[in-house]
């Protein structure tokens, strides 16, 4: 993908590697309906119906492009209920591309972290993780757990620019394991991709380090390999020690020196589904149970069978550096895009998503009224994009029932994989310009109903005065008839 040079033009663009051959249509609705609509949503773009949004980019899970190759293989898939030939195909493909023997499938990402924190989490037990992702730690606390985050301080400044911004820090990580005691610490999670901090990478260099510093104090290792594709990109073209090795030799290695993986196929795979996988038949065994228990029967985990399908396959297309070149790449696009423009940007730019730092655009907003849901309201009244807020909404509250302040407040916006052309980038890129033109006229929010469990996803919010009125109406006066 990277290989490909423009003979006459003033810019070097990311090239598809693939054409579309299945198209849905989208719809741009005046900016007028795109205030009633965010509205009529809570302020939650989580509540915005699909076709009130132009480009989705609420996320990258369940909603890649499948390849030719993925949709035909739907079409053979054998839903017999015990010894499915689905479920070989699928085992076949982790094992080549992970080299590990055991598989438990789940439904999807989140429904892994259940068993996992069932399993081994005991009340008042420590998990330690480079950062938390939402859901684990939801299903760690809720059993009685709590989480130590260790990402290297450089991991949260906005544009540090060092490549490896996931990475753990390692001497905490050591002085953490010695004051706590290996016995109280239920595993250390290593997050491929770390999500909530922009999509950024971790070095295979660190995470074997981490592997090594838990097998030489006895603690379980555990790999959320969700947005490992991505991340395999970042080493291939950032780290020294990876040039020489293929996408499955560092795919291997990683699953070798892992006691547990696991991801959501909804993102890792393009396709819709989770697995848990392991080279070690004894904690295989402790987690085992909980499948037909919770998802269902040992050879679907609660998946559709033509997504396992669908998963053997894309799995396979993970191995192909041109297929897993495209996300990095357009996102790298539409980061330097605003970047020149002076829009504040997570950098350098990581997987997943571009993340714009509706902190440091928003400085007029209080922490407590929410500026990244308030940009993110902003942009879809822009644009019809819907981002996603990233920031302290996102956050569970603490115990004693007071907020918790996120490090950075971001407004994420994902690139799902082979979906967007680079004109709707460009599209994206021009309306966040002008969002951040006009960022004085931006408010902020307050609560309307604030559930008690992962609130982000359907809890409803008011806008502080008139300002969303007062944006849409300078959007009206700036483009004219323009949608
Ligand atoms: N781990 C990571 C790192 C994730 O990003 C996600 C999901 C999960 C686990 C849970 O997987 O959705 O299949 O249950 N992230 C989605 C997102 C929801 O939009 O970033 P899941």
């Known amino acids: 993908m990277s290989s490909v040079k423009f003979y006459k033009s003033e810019e070097q663009v990311p090239m598809e590697m693939h054409k579309v051959r299945v198209v849905q249509k989208l719809y741009l609705l005046p900016v007028e309906e795109r205030l ?24 990258d899970s369940g909603v890649n492009a499948m390849s030719d190759n993925q949709v035909a293989a739907m079409s053979i898939a054998d839903d017999s209920y015990a010894g499915s030939e689905t479920f070989n195909r699928l ?13 438990l499938p ?41 989480v130590i985050e260790m990402v290297t301080p450089e991991g949260i400044e906005p544009q540090n620019d060092v490549p490896f911004k996931g990475n753990f820090d390692i001497p905490r990580l050591k002085q953490t394991i010695k004051e706590l005691g290996a016995k109280n610490i239920a595993f250390v999670r290593i997050e491929a991709g770390t999500n909530l901090i922009g999509g950024q990478p971790v070095s295979l260099q660190n995470m074997l380090e981490v592997a090594e510093i838990c097998k030489e104090n006895g603690i379980l290792s555990v790999l959320d390999a969700s947005l490992l594709q991505d991340n395999l990109y970042f080493m291939k073209t950032r780290e020294a020690m990876c040039k020489d090795m293929s996408i499955k030799d ?37 987690m085992k149970g909980f499948i037909p228990l919770y998802e ?23 191995l192909d ?16 895009e605003l970047d020149k423009y002076g829009v504040p940007m997570i950098k350098p730019a990581g997987g997943l998503g571009a993340h714009v730092n509706a902190g440091e655009i928003l400085p007029h907003i209080p922490h407590d009224q929410s500026p990244a849901a308030a940009l993110a309201t902003a942009i879809y009244i822009a644009g019809g994009v819907r981002g996603m807020e990233r920031g302290t909404l996102s956050e569970q509250r603490n115990p004693d ?12 916006l994902a690139v799902p994989r082979r979906v967007f052309t680079l004109s709707q980038i460009k599209y994206c890129a021009d309306r966040v310009k002008w969002v951040y033109d006009n960022r004085d006229l931006i408010g902020g929010l307050k609560w309307e109903d604030e559930p008690s ?22 959007y009206r006066a700036d483009f004219g008839d323009s949608l």
């Open 36 to 59: 009633k609509r965010i509205k009529e949503a809570g302020n939650n773009t989580f509540l915005l119906q699909n076709k009130d949004v132009f480009m989705d980019m609420i996320t």
């Open 91 to 103: 085992i076949k493909a982790i094992e080549e591309v992970f080299g590990t023997k055991y598989f």
């Open 106 to 146: 789940t439904h999807q990402g989140r429904a892994c972290e259940n068993i996992l924190a069932e399993t081994f989490v005991k009340p008042g037990m420590f998990t330690i993780m480079n950062f938390h992702f939402t859901t684990t730690k939801a299903h760690i606390t809720r059993m009685g757990g709590s």
């Open 250 to 286: 560092i795919m291997h290695k990683l699953a070798s020196v892992m006691d547990i993986v696991y991801f959501s196929a909804r993102k890792l795979s393009f396709a819709r589904g989770g697995a848990i996988i392991s080279n070690n038949e004894e904690l295989i065994l402790k």
């Open 296 to 318: 269902g029967f040992l050879t679907y985990g609660g998946m559709e069978v033509r997504s396992m399908e669908a998963m053997a396959v894309g799995l396979m297309e993970t």
């Open 321 to 336: 550096m041109e297929y897993i070149s495209q996300g990095p790449q357009f996102i790298q696009y539409l980061v330097d």
């Open 401 to 412: 029932g007071t907020e918790k302040f996120a490090e950075l407040e971001l407004v994420r």
């Open 453 to 474: 469990v992962l609130r982000f996803f359907f809890g409803r919010l008011q806008p502080i005065g008139d300002w969303q009125e007062k944006l849409a109406a300078k």
